[in-house]
T-cell receptor
Framework: EAGVTQSPTHLIKTRGQQATLRCSPISGHTSVYWYQQALGLGLQFLLWYDEGEERNRGNFPPRFSGRQFPNYSSELNVNALELEDSALYLC?????????????FGPGTRLTVT | AQSVTQLDSQVPVFEEAPVELRCNYSSSVSVYLFWYVQYPNQGLQLLLKYLSGSTLVKGINGFEAEFNKSQTSFHLRKPSVHISDTAEYFCAVSERAGGTSYGKLTFGQGTILTVHP
């Protein structure tokens, strides 16, 4: 069974540009989560989508946004990129519904802003 | 809101020695507890989890952790480490269903375990 996949692996952008990161969940999973792993800041929760809706959001400015498509894949958009947005962005997926569901992580997209 | 503190940023040990990675958490509500491992240039892999029941939980690769509610700790242990255990380890908490933070994992800052031959 294929795991969580993310694309691209690496992304280099210039300050002020927009970045789009993509995530495909494990088959059968309806929830997708996004996390940022920045140097010195650790792993921080960004967004949670389930059944196409945003369920929870971390303490990030509105220029971080995303969506979940009908096939449950997800996109993270970062507008007006700043140097401090450089980080590894991890996507995770899980089964949906109430109760605990294990989050399975993808390999990440390394975003570098110059 | 919850928070996680990993008390050691780096832990060097020799191969076949025991190791303990310390984790303390703070939360006003009941939580689930986790340990994840991250190998260089890879995503996170779940080592073990505490959801309920026995406070001693066993995970993959010979790791175990003990939940101590009174001390709000969830320390990770392995009786004998291998070179291949060299990685970064993250402790995390997740609020149980019904809360405003439900669904998200809150991570500690990570502990880099280096196993020397």
């Amino acid at each position: 069974e294929a795991g969580v996949t993310q694309s691209p692996t690496h992304l280099i952008k210039t300050r002020g540009q927009q970045a789009t990161l993509r995530c495909s969940p494990i088959s059968g999973h309806t929830s997708v989560y996004w996390y940022q792993q920045a140097l010195g800041l650790g792993l921080q929760f960004l967004l949670w989508y389930d059944e196409g809706e945003e369920r929870n959001r971390g303490n990030f400015p509105p220029r971080f946004s995303g969506r979940q498509f009908p096939n449950y894949s997800s996109e993270l958009n970062v507008n007006a990129l700043e140097l401090e947005d450089s980080a590894l962005y991890l996507c995770a997926s899980s089964l949906g519904g109430k109760g605990y569901h294990e989050q399975y992580f993808g390999p990440g997209t390394r975003l570098t802003v110059t | 809101a919850q928070s996680v503190t990993q008390l050691d940023s780096q832990v060097p040990v020799f191969e076949e020695a025991p190791v303990e990675l310390r984790c303390n958490y703070s939360s006003s509500v009941s939580v689930y507890l986790f340990w994840y491992v991250q190998y260089p240039n890879q995503g996170l892999q779940l080592l073990l989890k505490y959801l309920s029941g026995s406070t001693l939980v066993k995970g993959i690769n010979g790791f175990e952790a003990e939940f101590n509610k009174s001390q709000t700790s969830f320390h990770l242990r392995k009786p004998s480490v291998h070179i291949s255990d060299t990685a970064e380890y993250f402790c995390a908490v997740s609020e149980r269903a019904g809360g405003t933070s439900y669904g998200k994992l809150t991570f500690g800052q990570g502990t880099i375990l280096t196993v020397h031959p």
